[in-house]
């Protein structure tokens, strides 16, 4: 089934309970065409995005797909699609929405708040695959350090402060601990983890918040 880190927790106001009491997730997957002629394209895309989904224990109980030249800034769909999303899921019973290109944090709310379920892209159900089927204490810092680097660009456009971007960087920096002690023992992990404390910190505490 898939990881909680994937699931995560539902936005705020849905009533939905779905993946409860051992139902199986359900979902449905969208995409958008550039032109009426690049449908067999998407369609193929859209078929490897339900085999993924398989592959972790997700039910894709439809798809939706629209034709436009560009994502749409805030809501990846245009409006009137949203709302056809959001009809789509409350039909389906979905608890899950994937979307087969790469979301901004902005359009992941903008489907979230139209759709009422959870909305997540193709890389991030890739990295939960991953992360189910580690098994090796190198090969979980790995797969943890690949999320969180999927999710530190995205602390970009939030208002936080030095203090609190110290604490959203300090998961990077414990992973690599662990990955430095791993390989290299206590001895020779001490400047380099410091290192990279400083790097992080310095980087992620000075990024504006652009609304991006």
Same mark, same amino acid.
């Given at each position: 089934?898939p990881g909680?880190?994937l699931i995560g927790?539902?936005?705020?106001?849905?009533?939905?309970?779905g993946?409860?009491?051992?139902?199986?997730w359900?979902a449905?997957?969208l995409?958008?065409?550039?032109?009426?002629?690049?449908?067999?394209?998407?369609t193929?895309?859209?078929?490897?995005?339900?085999?993924?989904?398989?592959?972790?224990?997700?039910?894709?109980?439809?798809?939706?797909?629209?034709?436009?030249?560009?994502?749409?800034?805030a809501?990846?769909?245009?409006s009137?699609?949203?709302q056809?999303?959001?009809?789509l899921?409350?039909?389906?019973?979905?608890?899950?929405?994937?979307?087969?290109?790469?979301l901004?944090?902005a359009?992941? *709310?903008?489907?979230?708040?139209?759709?009422g379920?959870?909305?997540?892209d193709r890389? *991030?159900?890739?990295?939960?695959?991953?992360?189910?089927?580690?098994?090796?204490?190198?090969?979980?810092?790995?797969v943890e350090?690949a999320?969180?680097?999927?999710e530190l660009p995205?602390l970009r456009?939030r208002a936080?402060?030095?203090?609190?971007?110290?604490?959203?960087?300090?998961?990077?920096?414990r992973?690599?601990?662990?990955?430095?002690?791993?390989?290299?023992?206590w001895?020779?992990s001490?400047?380099i983890?410091?290192?990279?404390?400083?790097?992080?910190?310095? *980087?992620?505490?000075?990024?504006?918040?652009?609304?991006r």
């Amino acid at each position: 089934m898939p990881g909680t880190w994937l699931i995560g927790a539902r936005p705020e106001g849905t009533a939905r309970t779905g993946g409860s009491h051992g139902r199986q997730w359900r979902a449905v997957v969208l995409g958008l065409s550039e032109r009426e002629g690049s449908g067999p394209a998407r369609t193929d895309s859209l078929d490897e995005l339900e085999r993924l989904a398989a592959t972790d224990g997700i039910d894709v109980v439809d798809r939706l797909v629209q034709v436009r030249d560009r994502p749409d800034p805030a809501t990846y769909l245009g409006s009137g699609k949203v709302q056809e999303l959001a009809e789509l899921v409350d039909a389906r019973h979905a608890d899950l929405v994937i979307a087969e290109g790469e979301l901004t944090p902005a359009q992941v *709310r903008g489907l979230e708040d139209g759709s009422g379920v959870r909305v997540v892209d193709r890389t *991030r159900l890739i990295l939960d695959i991953f992360g189910e089927h580690a098994r090796s204490s190198e090969g979980k810092a790995q797969v943890e350090l690949a999320q969180l680097a999927y999710e530190l660009p995205r602390l970009r456009g939030r208002a936080m402060s030095c203090r609190a971007s110290v604490a959203a960087v300090w998961p990077v920096v414990r992973v690599w601990v662990y990955a430095v002690v791993a390989r290299c023992g206590w001895r020779s992990s001490g400047v380099i983890c410091v290192g990279v404390c400083v790097h992080c910190v310095s *980087r992620y505490a000075a990024q504006p918040a652009d609304g991006r």
